[in-house]
């Protein structure tokens, strides 16, 4: 008999209303290789912490909400970054499947790859994921860089082939003055997203500092010290240039 795959998360929260459709039990996973400046949860970081749970566990904690959820409702595992936990997530996803749960997969996509053994993994679980809230935190290479430490090169790969399959996403786009708040990067963003097939939403999240109490208490320094949330001119202006409202009334069939 094998062991069960065991998954490191950092927290749940009951009856989440912002992570995907309806009302949903979310899971924040512990982990995430993105150093994102704006980032209000850096205690998720360290691969090294978080509670040891099986899909078993975390499914039955999640079931004893199942009245709450209504139609629309289900699971939501976000981070961190949930993908560096994909063995657990396939179990956790398949489980939930059976039990007729609506999966939500909440993602940087960082760690995408072609390359094996990721890559069908990851075939894998998009068999038992219903729909991904996707971040894209810049579209310009070099800013994407800047801004999480990362390149954005495989995150915009992830993108088309999720497209490719068609699979559901809500693009999520989180506005940062002086970092992702440009108009001709916003432009090219929506350029990108119009080229896809599968996109059923797009969000604009402000910058907030909610966090940063957390980067004294860790340690580590905060890059954006000084920089204030974007005034809602600005993120009518994001919403304006990358045309949410031509998602407002989307109903996938």
């Known amino acids: ?29 512990q982990g995430c290789r993105m150093r994102c400046e704006f980032c209000h949860n850096p205690d998720t970081w360290n691969m090294g912490g978080g509670t040891p749970y099986t899909a078993d566990e975390l499914l ?23 993908l560096l936990h994909i063995d657990f997530l396939i179990e956790y996803f398949k489980k939930a499947k059976e039990e007729g749960v609506h ?7 960082q760690p995408f790859t072609y390359d094996e053994p990721f890559f069908s993994r990851f075939e894998e679980l998009m068999q038992y994921t219903d729909l991904l809230l996707f971040d894209i935190k ?14 954005n ?16 996403v809500w693009i999520r786009h989180v506005l940062v003055p002086e970092r992702s708040d440009f108009d001709e990067d916003l432009i090219r963003l929506d350029a990108f997203i119009q080229s896809l097939d599968n996109v059923d939403k797009v969000e604009i999240l402000p910058y907030h500092k909610l966090g940063v109490y957390k980067y004294a208490a860790l340690n580590i320094p905060y890059k954006l010290e000084g920089i204030e949330p974007p005034t809602q001119e600005r993120v009518e202006n994001a919403q304006r240039l990358l045309h949410i409202d031509r998602y407002q009334n989307f109903q996938r069939s």
């Not at 039955?60 to 961190?80: C, M, P």
Request: hydrophobic residues 35%; glycine residues 12%.
């Open 153 to 168: 090169e495989n995150i915009l790969n992830m993108a088309r082939y999720l497209s490719e399959i068609k699979k559901p």
């Open 1 to 29: 008999m094998s062991k069960p795959v065991i998954g490191y998360v950092h927290s749940t929260e009951s009856f989440g209303s912002v992570d995907g459709p309806g009302i949903r039990f979310i899971t924040f996973m």
């Open 103 to 109: 999966t939500t997969l909440d993602t940087c996509g």
């Open 138 to 151: 810049h579209i310009d290479a070099e800013k994407h860089k800047q801004l999480t430490m990362h390149s």
């Open 60 to 82: 039955d904690e999640a079931l004893q909400y199942r009245d709450f959820w209504g139609a629309k409702g289900g699971i939501t595992v976000s981070g961190g970054e949930p």
